[in-house]
């Protein structure tokens, strides 16, 4: 094969939304180079990307000064932007965090405070005037960002896939790397199909990321613990329950935002996702199991420090997941007319997120580097918001590494 006996200048590891991009943005800033993006499985969007909630992010949640708050912010434009330029659908509806009680209300402002700094619109309401604009939602306060919108993340990277085929580059899915080998000129890539040569490597590859890393023989310092997002697609009849995103106040204390219910671009509702350990890093079914995943998830004493942290909330997110009608509870609370016949099944997704030896959750995006070589360790939500400015992030340090 063509793409088998050359030297691109750039490989790219991962057809979700942040390999496509980077893979965009790396023909953008170097016209003309050589781009070969390798995929797994035998299509884009297969992980994450095509298993989320599809909210463009507007940033509230994140430290400032991080790189999600930055990332994100600029993200929500960028992403909209090219929607925008290129059809593909999407919607600025807006979403509403709603207190239900008085600890959720201090919380609330906490997070309005927050928004400040990281100089996000938005509109704090009462009660009365929640109950105005979302008739169907109880709470004692609730503030609305307006910048908030939905897509299909999975569209956006086909779209960006189409992208850089037009532009000359290569797709090769159906090509898992195995090994990967760095020498000074160049970066050798192992696929269960043949080998590539390159001069950079970009490794975007979500829940295989730590093996990845490992691959280029570094030793990281985290690992990737999967956290199942199970949904429910709520019956057609509430279609039009909400008119905005209904997110509840988040746990501070809790790495994840809550089961929140989320219009879907194709004029859906779900209702999710919780966040409960999978045995498989990417296995999408409560009873899927992979040994080597388990082993290694449970010898990480990362693992075994952060379960010890959040064991309670473990327990009530696995209690959660076993019992339909405890997980209806969690949105009744701001959204009392459900029923349990009103929840059908609905896909899941799992989350790639690092988690340090020491049992700390890596809160912000990360990356490594190699001479070559650029990994991507760190990307759970809200990366597919951000996936623009990551990969312009991406250029930069490749540009620091090409010189
Ligand atoms: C339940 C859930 C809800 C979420 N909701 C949102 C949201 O509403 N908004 C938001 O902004 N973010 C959300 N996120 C986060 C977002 O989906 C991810 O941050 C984003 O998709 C990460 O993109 P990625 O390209 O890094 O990963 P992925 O989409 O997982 O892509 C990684 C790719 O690498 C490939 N790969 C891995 N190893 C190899 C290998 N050895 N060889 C070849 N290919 C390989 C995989 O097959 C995969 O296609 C959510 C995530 C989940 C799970």
Same mark, same amino acid.
């Given at each position: 094969?063509?793409?088998?006996?050359?030297?691109?200048?750039?490989?790219?590891?991962?057809?979700?939304?942040?390999?496509?991009?980077?893979?965009?943005?790396?023909?953008?800033?170097?016209?003309?180079?050589?781009?070969?993006?390798?995929?797994?499985?035998?299509?884009?969007?297969?992980?994450?990307?095509?298993?989320?909630?599809?909210?463009?992010?507007?940033?509230?949640?994140?430290?400032?000064?991080?790189?999600?708050?930055?990332?994100?912010?600029?993200?929500?434009?960028?992403?909209?932007?090219?929607?925008?330029?290129?059809?593909?659908?999407?919607?600025?509806?807006?979403?509403?965090?709603?207190?239900?009680?008085?600890?959720?209300?201090?919380?609330?402002?906490?997070?309005?405070?927050?928004?400040?700094?990281?100089?996000?619109?938005?509109?704090?309401?009462?009660?009365?005037?929640?109950?105005?604009?979302?008739?169907?939602?109880?709470?004692?306060?609730?503030?609305?960002?307006?910048?908030?919108?939905?897509?299909?993340?999975?569209?956006?990277?086909?779209?960006?896939?189409?992208?850089?085929? #037009?532009?000359? =580059?290569?797709?090769?899915?159906?090509?898992?790397?195995?090994?990967?080998?760095?020498?000074?000129?160049?970066?050798?890539?192992?696929?269960?199909?043949? #080998?590539?040569?390159?001069?950079?490597?970009?490794?975007?590859?979500?829940?295989?990321?730590?093996?990845?890393?490992?691959?280029?023989?570094?030793?990281?310092?985290?690992?990737?613990?999967?956290?199942?997002?199970?949904?429910?697609?709520?019956?057609?009849?509430?279609?039009?329950?909400?008119?905005?995103?209904?997110?509840?106040?988040?746990?501070?204390?809790?790495?994840?935002?809550?089961?929140?219910?989320?219009?879907?671009?194709?004029?859906?509702?779900?209702?999710?996702?919780?966040?409960?350990?999978?045995?498989?890093?990417?296995?999408?079914?409560?009873?899927?199991?992979?040994?080597?995943?388990?082993?290694?998830?449970?010898?990480?004493? =990362?693992?075994?420090?952060?379960?010890?942290?959040?064991?309670?909330?473990?327990?009530?997110?696995?209690?959660?997941?076993?019992?339909?009608?405890?997980?209806?509870?969690?949105?009744?609370?701001?959204?009392?007319?459900?029923?349990?016949?009103?929840?059908?099944?609905?896909?899941?997704?799992?989350?790639?997120?690092?988690?340090?030896?020491?049992?700390?959750?890596?809160?912000?995006?990360?990356?490594?580097r190699t001479d070559r070589s650029l990994i991507v360790c760190n990307a759970p939500s809200p990366a597919a918001t951000s996936a623009i400015p990551i990969s312009r992030h991406i250029v930069e340090n490749v540009r620091?590494?090409?010189?």
């Amino acid at each position: 094969m063509a793409a088998r006996g050359r030297v691109h200048d750039f490989a790219v590891i991962g057809g979700g939304i942040l390999g496509m991009s980077t893979a965009l943005a790396l023909q953008r800033a170097y016209s003309g180079s050589a781009v070969l993006l390798l995929e797994k499985e035998s299509s884009a969007a297969q992980h994450q990307t095509g298993r989320n909630s599809g909210v463009i992010h507007a940033g509230v949640y994140y430290a400032p000064g991080s790189l999600k708050a930055r990332f994100c912010k600029e993200g929500n434009r960028a992403t909209k932007e090219f929607c925008r330029e290129h059809d593909v659908p999407f919607d600025e509806c807006g979403k509403l965090l709603v207190a239900t009680n008085a600890v959720e209300l201090e919380r609330m402002h906490a997070l309005v405070k927050r928004c400040g700094e990281n100089g996000i619109d938005i509109e704090v309401l009462d009660e009365r005037a929640l109950r105005e604009i979302e008739p169907n939602v109880v709470g004692v306060g609730a503030f609305l960002v307006p910048s908030t919108g939905i897509v299909s993340y999975a569209r956006i990277a086909e779209r960006m896939g189409e992208l850089v085929q #037009a532009n000359g =580059g290569t797709l090769l899915f159906d090509h898992p790397v195995t090994a990967i080998s760095e020498s000074s000129r160049e970066v050798r890539v192992h696929t269960t199909r043949g #080998a590539f040569s390159a001069r950079y490597l970009v490794a975007c590859a979500g829940l295989q990321s730590d093996r990845v890393s490992r691959m280029l023989g570094l030793n990281p310092d985290f690992q990737i613990i999967p956290f199942r997002g199970e949904y429910f697609l709520l019956h057609e009849r509430h279609n039009r329950i909400v008119k905005h995103l209904i997110y509840p106040i988040p746990d501070p204390s809790l790495p994840f935002l809550g089961v929140h219910l989320t219009r879907m671009i194709d004029g859906t509702v779900t209702v999710g996702p919780n966040a409960v350990i999978a045995f498989k890093r990417e296995g999408y079914r409560k009873s899927d199991f992979s040994l080597r995943d388990t082993v290694e998830m449970l010898a990480f004493p =990362g693992f075994r420090k952060v379960i010890r942290k959040h064991f309670r909330a473990s327990l009530t997110e696995l209690g959660n997941s076993l019992s339909k009608r405890s997980y209806l509870r969690c949105a009744q609370k701001y959204c009392p007319q459900l029923r349990l016949d009103d929840l059908l099944p609905y896909p899941a997704g799992i989350r790639a997120q690092a988690v340090k030896r020491s049992g700390e959750v890596v809160e912000d995006f990360l990356f490594l580097r190699t001479d070559r070589s650029l990994i991507v360790c760190n990307a759970p939500s809200p990366a597919a918001t951000s996936a623009i400015p990551i990969s312009r992030h991406i250029v930069e340090n490749v540009r620091a590494i090409t010189g």
